[in-house]
């Protein structure tokens, strides 16, 4: 019988089946070898160098690894960052009322490390074998010799929920927008497209991001629905008791300016959220609203639990678990934190991080270099608020720290505050916050 080329197949795929299943009886199969993963790599050799790994491109980060090659030029410095282009926090509530273009904020991670030296790294980070002093991220391993985190802050909604439908609702309908990126981009189109009726913000308690940017952006909101003519009202709901900071010049600012535009709540702690009646309930009230933006309190950013390199502090959970003057986690030689994840009561801001990540390099530069004992310095905190767009006008502060040694902590220093913003005292203030973005950006990139 003559066989046809399908049948000549089958026959043949059943004999060496028949030839596979034999040879298991007779002889115990063995397990394939061990493939190597894909991010078990070294994407970096090891050199004669002190290597310093920085990880997180924010202020704080981006300052660090700057000034690491300034004070340490033998040193081999790379950045590790997840994302690809960097987008700034500060002076991002002027683009939420289209007063910016996305690009005044928006920087190459590529120019700063070909300008100062260093090396940018596209990665997240999932691990660390301390003994070995390996860091893993995504895109292969890095052996270190000094590690530097400067992991931001991420959002602790247990406050007001463990209800985690409603957690993630809260996140993705009606984001925050104090982490750079589609946050704000969806508090934009939000603002842009209001229609009217109530638009609810909110202020939590604790060390939260940019103590003054929430009464700022609700200015800035206002403001920007007066000079529309949109029938809206902005309430701001604010944990506190009152206003944290710059509070005389926010205050004159809502009443003589949006009196009819900004509602300010105080002592506004949050009960309930009900995203689907639209109500919003507190200790003392209930509030309506057609859109909103809810601003959680914040905690250390969850790379530090993911480390064992956190804590529970006074001020926020899981945060750095650090000296507070070295920087250096506990129990742990040359790893260092820095940034709006310390524990410290500092400003989590950009200046204060930029002025801190700078310090922070210097204790690290001193190990490499074996230099002397480097002084604790304070962090400086600089920040000019703007209270309106049309015209421009805007409020300042600036302080440094110093330790309280009967509480405990880290308290303002000599604050300086100048809260004028009527006229052309307040429009060179707000002149004065292009500048001080412009210098700060050339400072980290440049």
């Given at each position: ?13 059943a004999?060496?089946?028949a ?26 050799p ?13 202020w ?5 690894a700057?000034?690491l090659?300034?004070?340490?030029p033998q ?29 005044f ?29 390996i ?7 890095i052996?270190?010799d000094?590690?530097?985190l400067?992991?931001?802050i ?12 409603l ?5 993705n ?5 104090f ?12 603002i ?5 009726g ?5 202020v ?6 940019c ?35 710059k509070?005389?010049?926010f ?12 509602e ?13 009646k ?5 200790e003392?009230?209930?509030f ?11 905690r ?5 639990e ?45 200046n204060t991080?930029n ?8 204790l690290?530069a001193?190990?490499?270099n ?11 905190t ?11 006008r805007?409020?300042?502060?600036h ?5 309280n040694k009967?509480a ?17 005292h ?14 700060m ?6």
């Amino acid at each position: 019988m003559k066989i046809s080329r399908r049948d000549a197949l089958k026959i043949s795929a059943a004999t060496v089946a028949a030839t596979a299943l034999s040879a298991c009886t007779k002889e115990e199969i063995k397990p394939p070898k061990k493939v190597q993963s894909p991010t078990s790599f070294l994407p970096f050799p090891k050199t004669a160098s002190p290597r310093v790994v920085v990880v997180g491109g924010g202020w704080s980060g981006l300052s660090l690894a700057k000034q690491l090659k300034i004070e340490a030029p033998q040193a081999e410095v790379i950045l590790v960052e997840q994302r690809f282009e960097f987008v700034s926090c500060p002076m991002s509530n002027l683009w939420l009322v289209d007063k910016i273009d996305l690009e005044f904020l928006t920087h190459d991670y590529l120019q700063g490390a070909r300008e100062n030296n260093y090396t940018y790294f596209q990665a997240s980070v999932y691990g660390i074998d301390k003994e070995a002093k390996i860091l893993k991220t995504t895109n292969g391993d890095i052996e270190y010799d000094y590690l530097a985190l400067a992991p931001g802050i991420d959002y602790d909604y247990s406050f007001w929920t463990d209800d985690k439908v409603l957690e993630n609702r809260l996140r993705n309908e009606y984001p925050a927008a104090f982490k750079s990126g589609s946050e704000h981009m969806t508090l934009r189109e939000k603002i842009l497209n209001f229609k009217g009726g109530n638009f609810i913000f909110t202020v939590p308690g604790g060390n939260y991001r940019c103590l003054p940017a929430p009464y700022e952006r609700a200015c800035m909101v206002a403001d920007y629905f007066k000079s529309k003519g949109i029938k809206a009202k902005v309430i701001l709901l604010d944990e506190n008791n009152d206003i944290t900071i710059k509070e005389h010049g926010f205050h004159t600012a809502m009443k003589e300016l949006y009196s009819d535009y900004l509602e300010y709540v105080p002592n506004a702690k949050i009960e309930e959220i009900d995203l689907d009646k639209k109500v919003v309930t507190t200790e003392f009230d209930e509030f309506s609203f057609e859109d909103a933006s809810f601003y959680p309190h914040v905690r250390g950013g969850k790379l530090l639990e993911m480390l064992g390199f956190a804590k529970d502090t006074i001020y926020n959970k899981m945060e750095a678990n650090i000296d507070p003057f070295t920087y250096e986690v506990i129990g742990e030689e040359n790893i260092f934190v820095s940034g709006d994840a310390r524990p410290m009561g500092f400003s989590k801001s950009g200046n204060t991080s930029n002025t801190e990540a700078k310090y922070v390099a210097r204790l690290i530069a001193g190990k490499i270099n074996k230099g002397p004992k480097i002084q604790w310095e304070t962090p400086v905190t600089v920040c000019i608020s703007l209270v309106s767009i049309k015209p421009e006008r805007g409020i300042f502060i600036h302080s440094e720290y110093a330790y309280n040694k009967k509480a405990g902590q880290f308290e303002f220093a000599t604050p300086v505050t100048d809260e004028i913003w009527k006229g052309e005292h307040g429009e060179k203030n707000a002149a004065g916050a292009y500048d001080w973005a412009k210098a700060m950006y050339t400072d980290m990139f440049n």
